[in-house]
């Protein structure tokens, strides 16, 4: 074979390898692509299903720290508080070591409401405790929630559609949510900042138990990213 051809074909190859790295590369960017693709259309999916004030509050089943199983619809007839909460967030930190969610919490209960303290971390995840653990500290914090729940697969809380820890939910005797937002109105992490911020929780419930409309019914959550399973 002469030199000439030699070269040749060699040229061929490498023109022939190029094309099929630059095919592969190309499909392994549409695949990403549509990877990607799909879970914003999954999120947003999710977004979209998420209940809005005035609509029903979505109907769940989750496991406590105890074991015990509880439904939302089992307190039909009673406003019902859901606080997504995670001991690992400055901002949760913030509410327990102030005192203020526990406080929240116990004025909420004495008027009768029943609440729900959600922590929705999967297990993988860093900030994540076990059942014992979530217990000892929410004891440790002097919390007073009705029950804590585990939603470690995140189904409660993408049915909600709630984003941050904490975000707080109110359910009415009727099943119907009538709050969803933040728990006050000054989105920091400082302790400081409660003594002179808005409680929203505390606004809602005296004003239904008023016999008033809310003035407040959707606010801006704050705080920590829900550390969902992915």
């Not at 074979?1 to 000439?4: P, V």
């Not at 914003?40 to 999120?43: E, G």
């Not at 007073?144 to 470690?152: F, G, I, N």
């Given at each position: 074979?002469?030199?000439?051809s030699?070269?040749?074909?060699?040229s061929?190859?490498a023109?022939?390898d190029?094309?099929?790295a630059?095919s592969?590369?190309?499909?392994?960017?549409?695949?990403t692509?549509?990877v990607?693709?799909g879970a914003?259309?999954?999120?947003n999916?999710?977004?979209?299903?998420?209940?809005?004030?005035?609509?029903?509050?979505?109907d769940?089943v989750?496991?406590?720290?105890?074991?015990?199983?509880?439904?939302l619809?089992?307190?039909?007839?009673?406003?019902?508080v859901?606080?997504w909460?995670n001991?690992?967030?400055?901002?949760?930190?913030?509410?327990?070591?102030?005192?203020n969610?526990?406080?929240?919490?116990k004025?909420a209960?004495?008027?009768?409401?029943?609440?729900?303290?959600i922590?929705?971390?999967?297990?993988?995840?860093?900030?994540?405790?076990?059942?014992?653990?979530?217990?000892?500290?929410?004891?440790?914090?002097?919390g007073?929630?009705?029950?804590?729940?585990?939603?470690?697969d995140?189904?409660?809380?993408?049915?909600?559609?709630?984003?941050?820890?904490?975000?707080?939910?109110i359910?009415?005797?009727k099943?119907t949510?009538?709050y969803?937002g933040?728990?006050d109105?000054?989105?920091?992490?400082?302790?400081?900042?409660?003594?002179?911020?808005?409680?929203?929780?505390?606004?809602?419930?005296?004003?239904v138990?008023?016999g008033?409309?809310?003035?407040?019914?959707a606010?801006r959550?704050y705080?920590?990213?829900i550390?969902?399973?992915t």
């Open positions: 074979m002469s030199t000439s030699s070269s040749g074909s060699r061929y190859r023109a022939r190029a094309r099929a630059l592969r590369a190309s499909r392994r960017a549409i695949m692509a549509a990607a693709l914003t259309f999954l999120m999916a999710q977004a979209a299903a998420a209940p809005a004030v005035g609509q029903p509050a979505p769940f989750a496991v406590d720290t105890s074991g015990a199983q509880h439904r619809s089992d307190f039909a007839g009673k406003f019902v859901l606080e909460t001991p690992g967030c400055p901002f949760v930190g913030k509410h327990y070591g102030s005192g969610m526990p406080a929240t919490q004025a209960t004495a008027k009768g409401v029943v609440w729900l303290a922590n929705s971390t999967e297990r993988g995840h860093g900030d994540y405790l076990k059942p014992e653990a979530l217990a000892a500290w929410m004891k440790a914090q002097s007073a929630p009705t029950a804590l729940l585990m939603d470690e995140g189904v409660v809380g993408r049915a909600y559609g709630a984003r941050t820890t904490p975000h707080i939910f359910v009415d005797p099943g949510l009538v969803a933040g728990i109105s000054i989105p920091s992490a400082r302790a400081e900042d409660v003594k002179t911020a808005t409680n929203y929780v505390n606004q809602a419930l005296g004003e138990f008023g008033k409309a809310i003035s407040a019914a606010t959550p705080g920590c990213s550390k969902y399973k």
